[in-house]
């Protein structure tokens, strides 16, 4: 499976609505479908699993959606600290990246 | 949950390395574990699963036949033999923990392998 996600990076403001795309080179379960973010010099932190379950102090303005091919993760009023790189993940394989500025 | 990686650094082509991550703060022995890379500026890589017990490794194909993983269930210690070292293989070394859906769902704060000629 070859995941990639788009927009290599978004550019949006304090406040605004951040939608991230993964999608799947062949039909996947959402199951096991994850998303990750990584903030500057630190290491990736799980944000959800499951598609959409939140990961422990994954604030509930994040929120995971999808299915077979085509997964988002959309954040809500975007806060200072949203402000990283995230990635998809099924099994064994990571999505590139989307660098959220 | 901590983990706490060790054992990079500078190595030449061809070179050894051997990375170690030591756990605490939860029941090791029953969780499998993983290590994932990232190479300077780009994204993750994994490229290696030990189970709980041990018993079942898996490797990318990328490291295959050159890395070697194992555990230490008793010291809580998860470690990644290197050997053959390439260019290709500088990048920030993180061991991760197994989650719920196969998840990582603890990460450490990473070790650094550097592969110069």
């Known amino acids: 499976v070859v995941l990639t996600q788009s927009p290599g990076t978004l550019a949006l403001s304090p406040g605004e609505r951040g939608t991230l795309s993964c999608r799947a080179s062949q039909s996947i379960s959402g199951s096991y479908l994850a998303w990750y973010q990584q903030r500057p010099g630190q290491a990736p932190r799980l944000l959800m699993s499951?598609?959409?379950s939140r990961a422990t102090g994954t604030a509930d303005r994040f929120s995971g959606s999808g299915s077979g091919t085509v997964f988002t993760l959309t954040i809500d009023r975007l806060e200072p600290e949203d402000f990283a790189v995230y990635y998809c993940?099924?099994?064994?394989?990571f999505g590139q990246g989307t660098r959220l500025e | 949950v901590q983990l706490v990686e060790s054992g990079g650094g500078l190595v030449q082509t061809g070179g050894s390395l051997r990375l170690s991550c030591t756990a605490s703060g939860f029941m090791f022995s029953s969780y499998a574990m993983h290590w994932v890379r990232q190479a300077p500026g780009k994204g993750l890589e994994w490229i290696s699963h030990?189970?709980?017990?041990?018993?079942?490794?898996y490797y990318a194909d990328s490291v295959k036949g050159r890395f070697t993983i194992s555990r230490d269930n008793v010291r809580n210690l998860v470690s990644l033999q290197m050997n053959s070292l390439r260019g290709d293989d500088t990048a920030v070394y993180y061991c991760a923990r197994n989650g719920v859906k196969a998840t990582f769902d603890h990460w450490g704060q990473g070790v650094m392998v550097t592969v110069s000629s």
């Open positions: 030990v189970s709980s017990s041990g018993s079942t490794i």
């Open positions: 993940h099924y099994q064994d394989t």
């Open positions: 499951d598609e959409s």
